[in-house]
């Protein structure tokens, strides 16, 4: 009985900020499917008489929404697969193999995730024109390769130095390298934290928006977020459009949340019971 009234307010609370983010969303989808004319007459928050998919047309004909979609998918994609393997090799280094220093270079890792990426805008505009990758996809491949594999060497690392030194020393005794170790036993072991790093590597890259919009200015290598942002400034677009494009902006990564839910349960269950 004390431990259900305990939960009252917990479930309460979780509520609430259930609430905050899903009334927005709602918010978006309703105004996504109404004409101009009805927002105009009734307001944001009114619900819609028809289905009115203009604006999703409009928007997606007026930026080349398919094209897009394809270089936020090309992006978030290889930063996801890129750099939960880097991830995985330092991590190997560092909390397996327990290299000298290793604290202080944990400590670097974690210092260069911290860095907000405003510091790195012009370093990174300047190192990327000298080399001849501006304005090409490959650039923030590589960029957000770097900044994700510092948060997943971190996160890695200590997984990893908690592995249990009797699987692999049998390992070593049956004649296993440090490869076969690696791709044979660890990796398998450490397969829900990997898969876990894979879905945040992904959207959080889905979601990048600075660093995109510095280093891709042409219409062919732009992302999903940078193109939404450069309408809104241009102020081609009605209050309906805007709503339009927020949902063609958010609902690939809702999907591959959805697709990748248990995946994501799964490695977060695994790690609160190790």
Not at 90 to 99: E, P
Not at 204 to 218: A, D, K, Q, Y
């Amino acid at each position: 009985m004390t431990t259900a009234l305990r939960r009252y307010p917990v479930l309460i609370a979780l509520c609430i900020a259930a609430l905050f983010m899903v009334v927005p969303f709602l918010i978006v989808v309703v105004n996504a499917v109404k004409s101009p004319a009805e927002y105009s007459e009734h307001g944001p928050l009114s619900l819609p008489n028809g289905l009115y998919l203009d604006g999703l047309k409009d928007f997606w004909q007026r930026v080349d929404y398919g094209q897009k979609l394809f270089n936020s998918a090309l992006i978030s994609g290889s930063v996801a697969v890129l750099a939960a393997a880097l991830s995985v090799l330092n991590a190997y280094a560092i909390g397996i193999g327990r290299i000298k220093g290793r604290t202080w270079v944990l400590a670097f890792f974690v210092l260069a995730n911290m860095l907000p990426q405003e510091a790195l805008v012009y370093p990174i505009y300047y190192l990327s024109k000298q080399v001849g990758l501006y304005d090409t996809r490959l650039s923030v491949i590589i960029v957000f390769t770097v900044i994700q594999a510092a948060f997943g060497t971190y996160l890695l690392s200590s997984v990893l130095g908690q592995f249990p030194r009797e699987i692999l020393e049998a390992a070593r005794i049956d004649g296993a390298n440090k490869w076969q170790v690696l791709w044979r036993i660890v990796v398998p072991v450490s397969r829900p934290t990997i898969g876990v790093l894979l879905v945040f590597f992904f959207i959080w890259t889905w979601n990048e928006f600075l660093l995109p919009l510095v280093m891709l200015i042409s219409n062919d290598n732009q992302t999903v977020s940078v193109a939404l942002g450069v309408l809104q400034g241009q102020r081609l677009m009605d209050a309906t459009m805007t709503n339009a494009a927020a949902l063609l902006g958010v609902l690939p990564a809702i999907v591959f949340f959805l697709v990748f839910q248990r995946t994501l349960t799964r490695g977060i269950a695994v790690g609160a019971v190790k």
